[in-house]
Every structure is written in C-alpha cells, then in structure tokens.
C-alpha cells in the first residue's frame, strides 16, 4: 500500500496524466531504446510504429495511479501485464533500467511541476508495483519449470491454409512429442529473427490440449492506412514449411475458463479472435461433451473464416453445442442457413437465447467488436463479473470497462 506521505501526491497525478500521460510515454520509450537498443528485441516494434504501445502504457499509468489502493481494480489487469511480461522473458534485471527511465519522462515532461516530493511518491509506487510483478512472474516462471526468456525448439509438424489470410501451423518436440501442457485459452511467444532485430509475437493455441501437438493459426496483418503490415506475421507466411524449427515459449496467459461447470459458455469472437475459443471449444468436446456450448463468430464472410473444419467437427459430436455465425458482407459462395445464419454485424439479440443468459460469456476480437458486445451484454443484464475478454496486442484500458 503506497504510503500515506506519497498518497496526495499520486492522487494529485491523476488530471495530470490524464492530460501529458502520452507525452510521457513517447518520451519514455524514445530513451529506453536509445540508452538500450537491445530492449527493441524485447517490444514490438510495430506496435512502437503505430503508437498503440505508447497509448496502452499512458492508459496503464493512469489506471494504476487512478485505482493505486483499490487492488480489486488493478488485480485483472495486473495478472495480464505478468503473463505477458513472462510470455516475453522479463526478468527482474529489466525493472531498474524501465523505472528509471519512466521516472526520467515523467520529470522531463512536467518540468517544474515534478516536485521532490512528487517524484519521490512516484518512486515508491513504481516500485511497490514492480514489487508486485517481479513476484508473481517469478512464480510463473517457476511453475512453467523455466528461467526467465528461455526459449524451446518446436518443429512444424504441418503447415494448413485456414481462410484467405490465417494458416494454421501444428509444432511438436523435435522428438515427436508434444511441447507440454497448457490451458485451453492461453498462448505462446514465436521468436523471429528479423536482420539484426529478434520480434516476439503472441498466438493463442488453437487446439485441444489433450494433443500430441500444440496448433497456432496466424492471421497475415497487411498494411492499411492506420498500420503498417505484421512483419512477423507476413514473415511466418512467407518462410515458414513443414519440417522447419521454431523458437517458442511455454504456454501463458489467463484467458482460461473453468471447463467443468453445468452452466453454459457462451463463446463470442470476431476475425482471429477465433482461435482461443477453438481450443476452449474442442476442449469441452473432448472433456465435457454435456456441458451447454453456445458458439458465436462474426467474419467478414466464408473466405475469413478461418477454423471452420474445427466448427463442423465439433457440431457433429457434441449435441448441446449451437452455433452462430454472422458474415458482415456475405459472398455468393456463402449459404444462409450452412456456412452462416445472418448477414450484417453481429447482433447479439439475434444469436442468444433465454437459456443462454444464465451462462458465463467470453469474449475475443477486435476492441470495438469487445466493446460493442460488452455493452450489449450488460443491456441484457448480464452481470459484468460474467463478462471475461481477451486482448490481443496492447490494451487500451481506458476503451473497456474493468
């Protein structure tokens, strides 16, 4: 708990990062990488080149000075920054150099506004927050029975072509086996080499784990006017045939939903976000077949739709799955009714029914797919603490609700 010298002067921080929070991480990561270039191996540099990385860090400043003594708040975002940070390989080495530099930003920024006493309170919350990290990665890394930014060897046991853009990529042990356990709903670090720069990239698991194997689908990203094209997911697609060998973490992540309940899932997902509620899915076929499974997708049409196969392979053994799909622009080729049930976006009213509401709902896509949909639960009154989401990328924290 921050003490009660440092409280007013966090407090007092509040308007003020909401106001320069931006400036102050541009100017922190524009330090970091030129006192330590070798930290760019570490971030995605995609993310730096779009600015997202520095939006997310702005909003996670100021979330965590707004709610620095309500723990219930911080504790969920907490536990994704830690499960993130171990996917990465941070140890505990990273945190001097990150504070001193975040510090640096803050005092450059606010100028004569960065009091003694003020930067000394945000000295003291930094590090009751690295505290708190350093801890519990530690004890990840311990029970994933790994150092910090160990990497293992996976083979590409088969390369599939999803849907136009997502190929799906199946990895063992190099000596046949599967690379370990894991949750249905987390996912992995891939290590790409790129010139002189290493890129780490996350990817759900898009399978069961009861596999010999573990599956990643990776979506291509291609340029557009607001992001330039993923450059490792572009590198994957072009490089990457069965036989070769991969670079990867174990499995981490807490977008993990109790399989075992009588209640129903309800599955929501749009574009990629697919893939953890695949492995959730194909999980619950496999474990709990009587458990009430409702499957809501939203693609742009049949050639984006990517795990289909999964979808009609579990539908013709698990009898209490539904599911829904929505194509927003349907193409000829599409059949109402087989490969979809409605045209336009996604309209939960359409796709739930009464029985459905007393499930626990989860949630994976784009952020304004998640907000829309969050909203539209909570009209239907569905309670946020049965509201789950996973993010992929950096997130904006102050676009959903905690």
């Not at 979506?219 to 094209?229: C, G, L, M, S, W």
Request: aromatic fraction near 8%.
């Amino acid at each position: 708990m921050i003490s009660t010298v440092s409280r007013p002067y966090i407090d007092a921080s509040v308007p003020v990062l909401k106001v320069h929070g931006l400036a102050i991480t541009r100017h922190f990561y524009a330090s970091l990488f030129k006192a330590h270039p070798e930290l760019q191996n570490l971030f995605n540099m995609g993310n730096q080149a779009n600015g997202t990385q520095q939006q997310s860090l702005a909003a996670a400043v100021f979330a965590y000075a707004a709610n620095i003594d309500n723990a219930a708040a911080l504790a969920p975002v907490i536990e994704r920054i830690v499960h993130k940070h171990a996917s990465l390989g941070i140890t505990s080495s990273h945190y001097p150099i990150v504070g001193r530099h975040l510090l640096g930003a803050i005092q450059t920024v606010l100028g004569d506004a960065a009091t003694p006493p003020l930067m000394a309170a945000w000295d003291e919350a930094y590090w009751l927050l690295a505290g708190e990290l350093i801890a519990a990665e530690a004890r990840l890394y311990q029970q994933a029975g790994v150092q910090a930014g160990e990497w293992m060897t996976v083979q590409v046991k088969a390369v599939q072509q999803e849907s136009d853009d997502v190929v799906s990529y199946t990895l063992q042990t190099p000596q046949g086996t599967s690379p370990g356990a894991f949750k249905p709903g987390q996912y992995i670090s891939v290590v790409v080499q790129l010139g002189k720069l290493r890129q780490l990239r996350q990817y759900s698991l898009s399978d069961s784990p009861d596999k010999a194997t573990w599956r990643i689908s990776v979506k291509r990203e291609a340029v557009t006017n607001d992001t330039p094209a993923g450059q490792v997911s572009n590198w994957l697609h072009a490089n990457i045939k069965a036989g070769d060998h991969l670079q990867i973490s174990p499995a981490f992540g807490d977008f993990t939903p109790p399989l075992d309940l009588a209640t129903p899932i309800v599955l929501i997902s749009a574009g990629i976000g697919i893939t953890p509620m695949v492995s959730i899915l194909n999980t619950l076929t496999q474990r709990h077949p009587t458990r009430p499974v409702v499957f809501i997708h939203a693609a742009r049409n049949g050639q984006h739709h990517a795990l289909q196969g999964d979808l009609d392979a579990a539908r013709a053994v698990h009898h209490r799955l539904r599911v829904v799909v929505c194509y927003e622009s349907p193409l000829p080729t599409d059949t109402l009714g087989q490969t979809y049930h409605h045209a336009g976006r996604l309209d939960l009213a359409q796709a739930l029914q009464e029985a459905d509401m007393d499930g626990d709902f989860y949630l994976c896509g784009p952020i304004g797919f998640m907000q829309t949909q969050w909203q539209s639960l909570l009209a239907a009154k569905v309670h946020a603490s049965r509201i789950h989401r996973e993010v992929f990328g950096p997130e904006l924290l102050n676009l959903l609700p905690s």
